[in-house]
């Protein structure tokens, strides 16, 4: 059985859902599994070796998975009997993309740690193309920008070892009472999901008189969100569930949307979009980030385009013989057999061992 150390720098919302997936869905595996909580985020990306420092098993593994929150350079180099190991780091997403909110700083750091993690891994595994490209992109952008002394090609030697491998997730079925007048928001509620937009977008609808319903779903922090309270105060009328609920409770509503919006600012994967198209419901999202690999044109409205976004909601709601796409292909039991391929490769020096033992 082959021996997988598993590092998660980030322990929160698509990085649990991996690492409990692996976990889950591939068998004939030894994992040892270390995690971190999802907090504190300019210290776990540049203080995991540290963490780690006196918590990695003595016996080295067969295969190192990490995630890019893992400052993996630094972790080989404090760890020699790691350094020789073949490695995988796996993006869920990537530092050059993420956008800002109103109070941080930009700094270069965290993007240094995926360059430098990057190069000392033997493979990059990314879950979506828009998150390879980025990366790649962002990594020439910031090294256009380094004064002098700046090694060629790092873009091509980092893209030669990348390729795309999504997350897998577990189909929900649809109601037998769906709603196809039931508009879902299952994001958190914070900056880089937009709120903003939607709440303004659904208010819009009301304003011009079409019928729907609200499913308020998703994380919400202690402190009021404005967008979430405008929808409050004005639809409360249409609001047939509003929280962060419990798993079984979830996929029901789920099951019942006939609408799911997203007005992400950035989306790598966008794992509750893809549960809740898989559920029937049709996606309104931005023509941009990952969503073009995922959903034809006609899910698609203008990025940025408070205008367009109401437009695509209201030909959504108005049009009763559209279907949601199919997102067979991003289900568990599409990228099971994949992900085993990856994880189970044999490496040189077994290959070399096998052949020994044969007499070969």
């Known amino acids: 059985m082959r021996r997988v150390l598993l590092l998660s720098a980030y322990r929160s919302d698509s990085h649990a859902y991996w690492a409990d997936w692996l976990q889950r869905e591939i068998d004939n595996v030894d994992w040892h599994v270390l995690e971190l909580p999802g907090r504190h985020f300019a210290w776990r990306i540049r203080g995991n070796p540290l963490s780690w420092l006196d918590a990695l098993p003595a016996e080295q ?56 993690a990057g190069l000392s891994a033997d493979r990059l595994l990314f879950n979506s193309a828009f998150n390879r490209d980025s990366y790649l992109d962002g990594v020439e952008r910031l090294l256009e920008r380094m004064p002098d002394h700046v090694p060629r090609d790092i873009s091509r030697r980092l893209r030669e070892k990348s390729s795309v491998l999504p997350v897998g997730i577990d189909p929900i079925e649809p109601a037998g009472d769906k709603d196809r007048r039931l508009v879902l928001w299952n994001h958190r509620w914070e900056y880089d999901k937009r709120p903003e937009l939607f709440a303004d977008a659904m208010i819009e609808l009301a304003v011009q008189g079409l019928g729907f319903r609200l499913a308020l779903l998703g ?83 203008a990025a940025n385009d408070s205008g367009d976004l109401v437009r695509q909601l209201r030909e959504t709601l108005s049009d009763e013989t559209s279907r949601a796409p199919d997102v067979a292909p991003w289900s568990s039991q599409s990228l099971r057999q994949r992900w085993r391929s990856v994880l189970l490769r044999p490496t040189p020096d077994a290959d070399r061992d096998r052949r020994r033992e044969a007499g070969g």
Do not use: W
């Open 61 to 116: 593994p067969d295969l190192l998975l990490a995630t890019s929150m893992v400052d993996l350079a630094t972790l080989k180099g404090l760890q020699p009997h790691l350094a020789s190991v073949p490695s995988l780091l796996y993006f869920h997403e990537n530092q050059f993309a993420y956008p800002l909110s109103d109070d941080q700083v930009r700094s270069v750091e965290p993007a240094m740690v995926q360059i430098y």
């Open 219 to 301: 994380a919400r922090g202690r402190n009021p969100v404005p967008a979430l309270e405008r929808l409050r105060l004005e639809l409360s009328d249409r609001i047939v569930a509003d929280g962060f609920l419990q798993k079984d409770e979830y996929r029901s509503i789920v099951s019942r949307a006939g609408i799911v919006v997203s007005t992400a600012a950035h989306e790598f994967q966008g794992l509750s979009m893809l549960e809740a198209v898989s559920a029937g419901a049709e996606p309104v999202v931005p023509d941009a980030l990952c969503y073009p690999e995922q959903y034809p044109s006609r899910y698609r409205y």
